[in-house]
């Protein structure tokens, strides 16, 4: 079955997804609270064409997806050639910009794990490596890692092109010892069982670690030039939607304490250059580069305003004795 999605006058076709089991959130993971109120309502552009709410939190403004689909189900929402994380898809203007710019951001990303570390060399985990270039950029600067990815098909990837060994996602429970430097790149926005993972990563990392985590920032300049229809929101993938607040203190709830923040100064740009592109605008490089640039433009010296971030956690040291 397939079902049509007009989208700025030009018809889309989509597989006709109907997941039996939906996670409906009654109390707020950060905080608890129980006074959820709705706020957006987005439409998935990559696979189904549903429509998704996002809700707020009134006591602590953590944003979260509502009613997604569970973890046995949510896998078919992956499944198009046009997610890139999985697929490495270089099809496309979009596609092409993204490659250009995840190889320019492997060597930032790999000199900000060693500055942040105070390392040249350590064991790392990346977890959600996806098709594995920043798993196999930390290797062939001498690291020991150890990559965790859901899905199949990006597993194999890694394999047949970096030789890389990538983990099932399951593998996280049979993990042994610390890792110097943990990172998530644009992965807990993906995890259902949040507060779960904070206490794995606890246990994981060893007492004088690095955390790093790129999310997407729900309170950037293009999310709210964009509303409902920023790119990032990525309904039903994303399930979580963070802003610095609220990132940090999910941390700081599960024993961590925020060291540093950077920006991700490209995303803006191609955040805006894919939601023009899904809106079904003309010219949507362009009319996304003019928009990335008013983002960037407005987060210049106001990190809480870009489009991603990224965040480095350290562990809250016990008292001796």
């Not at 009134?58 to 697929?87: K, L, M, N």
């Not at 990538?166 to 890792?179: F, I, K, N, S």
């Not at 994303?238 to 490209?266: D, E, N």
């Amino acid at each position: 079955m397939w079902c049509v999605l007009s989208v700025a006058g030009a018809p889309r076709r989509y597989p006709e997804l109907t997941p039996m089991n939906r996670v409906t959130i009654k109390a707020c993971p950060l905080c608890g609270g129980t006074q959820l109120e709705p706020t957006l309502t987005c439409t998935d552009r990559y696979a189904s064409g549903e429509t998704f709410r996002l809700c707020r939190c009134r006591a602590c403004g953590f944003v979260f997806t509502q009613d997604f689909p569970a973890e046995d189900e949510i896998g078919r929402y992956y499944e198009t050639p046009d997610y890139i994380s999985h697929s490495d898809t270089r099809r496309g203007l979009m596609n092409t910009v993204y490659h250009w710019v995840r190889t320019l951001m492997l060597s930032r990303k790999a000199r900000l794990v060693m500055d942040e570390s105070h390392r040249r060399r350590g064991r790392l985990l990346d977890i959600g490596t996806g098709t594995g270039y920043f798993a196999h950029a930390m290797d062939a600067r001498g690291w020991q890692v150890d990559a965790v990815e859901k899905n199949a098909g990006a597993r194999l990837f890694a394999k047949e092109h970096f030789g890389l060994e990538v983990l099932p996602d399951e593998a996280l429970d049979t993990l042994r010892g610390t890792y110097d430097v943990i990172t998530l790149w644009h992965v807990m926005e993906h995890l259902e069982r949040l507060d779960e993972t904070w206490e794995r990563l606890g246990r994981l990392l060893a007492p004088k670690g690095v955390l790093v985590v790129a999310v997407p920032n729900c309170a950037s300049a293009d999310a709210c030039r964009y509303g409902a229809d920023w790119a990032a929101y990525d309904v039903p993938r994303h399930l979580w939607h963070f802003t610095p607040g609220t990132m940090q203190r999910f941390g700081a709830k599960h024993g961590f304490i925020l060291a540093g923040r950077h920006p991700m100064p490209f995303d803006a740009f191609y955040v805006s250059m894919l939601t023009e592109k899904q809106l079904g605008r003309s010219l949507p490089f362009w009319r996304g580069l003019l928009a990335g640039a008013c983002a960037w433009f407005s987060a210049l010296g106001r990190k809480d305003r870009s489009s991603s971030l990224i965040y480095v956690f350290r562990k809250k040291q016990q008292p001796e004795g």
